[in-house]
């Protein structure tokens, strides 16, 4: 059963920097395919891709974002961690973590999500 | 400005069929075959519907069905029912820039 589920703060101050962790079960990061993204969704607004973790260790980040993104990983406690630097109130968003699925850019399990407020 | 464009709003009654579509380019939608589409009910995490254009992940009702033609790719609901209302993103593969674009969604309405 695959299973994920993001953690951090609630509420960041404008500047700050945000760390998430995604923390999963029923698979490996280790295991060849296997890969992990990061998305977020604004209150009322659509879906955006953020970044991806891959098995090798490899990393893609949106293009707007990756001056301020960091995605890592660790095999070892099943973690996939993401940064993002210099948070501000449009930063505002439930964030979500994903699976990436078997046609390579589709993402199949996803975690409930953790809103994240920028505020100070 | 989402990169995918989708319509705002569908609507069908219970049993209809609908059809969603999702326009981008050649650097995504038309120039792969790595179009997914993903439901959303309010409040909760999205659901993977279809991957690669037309395949649907175990679990998931046949009366999902997904194409593409050229630029745009289709979400075609039949038999419509009352769970199926939701908000339905699609997402490509894109060579352009960031490797994965979203639609900016369509909210259905079951009537």
């Known amino acids: 059963q695959v299973t994920l589920k993001e953690s951090g703060p609630a509420l960041v101050k404008p500047t700050q920097t945000l760390t998430l962790t995604c923390t999963f079960s029923?698979?490996?990061?280790?295991?060849?395919?296997?890969?992990v993204s990061w998305i977020r969704q604004p209150p009322g607004k659509a879906l955006e891709w953020l970044a991806r973790?891959?098995?090798?260790?490899?990393?893609f980040y949106s293009t707007s974002l990756k001056t301020r993104l960091t995605i890592s990983k660790d095999t070892s406690t099943n973690q996939v961690v993401l940064t993002m630097t210099n948070m501000d109130p449009v930063d505002t968003a439930t964030y979500y973590c994903?699976?990436?699925?078997?046609?390579?850019?589709?993402?199949?399990?996803w975690g409930q999500g953790t809103l994240v407020t920028v505020s100070s | 400005q989402s990169a995918l464009t989708q319509p705002a709003s569908v609507s069908g009654s219970p049993g209809q069929s609908i059809t969603i579509s999702c326009t981008g380019t050649?650097?995504?939608?038309?120039?792969?075959?790595?179009v997914s589409w993903y439901q959303q009910h309010p409040g909760k995490a999205p659901k993977l519907m279809i991957y690669?254009?037309?395949n649907r992940p175990s679990g998931v009702s046949n009366r999902f069905s997904g194409s593409k033609s050229g630029n745009t790719a289709s979400l075609t609901i039949s038999g419509l029912q009352a769970e199926d209302e939701a908000d339905y993103y699609c997402?490509?593969?894109?060579?352009?820039?960031?490797?994965?674009?979203f639609g900016g969604g369509t909210k259905l309405t079951v009537l």
């Open positions: 690669a254009v037309s």
């Open positions: 050649s650097s995504d939608v038309g120039g792969y075959n790595y």
């Open positions: 994903a699976r990436g699925g078997y046609g390579a850019y589709d993402l199949d399990y």
């Open positions: 029923g698979f490996s990061l280790s295991t060849r395919g296997m890969r």
């Open positions: 973790i891959d098995w090798d260790d490899e990393k």
């Open positions: 997402s490509s593969y894109t060579s352009s820039s960031t490797p994965v674009v």
